[in-house]
Nanobody, 121 residues
Framework: QVQVVESGGGLVQVGGSLRLSCAAS????????MGWYRQAPGKQREFVAI???????NFADSVKGRFAVSRDDAKNTVYLQMNSLKAEDTAVYYC???????????????WGQGTQVTVSS
């Protein structure tokens, strides 16, 4: 079994910063892509950022230049540094980890439970 747990959400003012963390644990053989999505009230879940095991990252246009993503492979953890936050960044942020478990030949995407980020003006 694999567990994915996010942390670091909270309430911040417009222009502020937050750092989200997401750790995968369990019977993990390797972790490939890790990433972040978000879902605002009344909207569909949308892509925010990903980072591959090789360190290549990609971002949604709406967060480019404001958000950064990094990972610590020794801890199977991915981070999302969010700067210059806007009210429209308010959402539940979900992390995923594409994990190959022991005794498996392929990877599978595991999701966390989400962490609330609220940006107030």
């Amino acid at each position: 079994q694999v567990q994915v747990v996010e942390s670091g959400g909270g309430l911040v003012q417009v222009g502020g910063s937050l750092r989200l963390s997401c750790a995968a644990s369990g019977s993990i053989l390797s972790v490939n892509v890790m990433g972040w999505y978000r879902q605002a009230p009344g909207k569909q879940r949308e892509f925010v950022a990903i980072i591959t095991s090789g360190g290549v990252s990609n971002f949604a246009d709406s967060v480019k230049g404001r958000f950064a993503v990094s990972r610590d492979d020794a801890k199977n953890t991915v981070y999302l540094q969010m700067n210059s936050l806007k009210a429209e960044d308010t959402a539940v942020y979900y992390c995923h980890a594409d994990v190959r478990v022991e005794s498996s030949y392929s990877s599978r995407r595991y999701w966390g439970q989400g962490t609330q980020v609220t940006v107030s003006s």
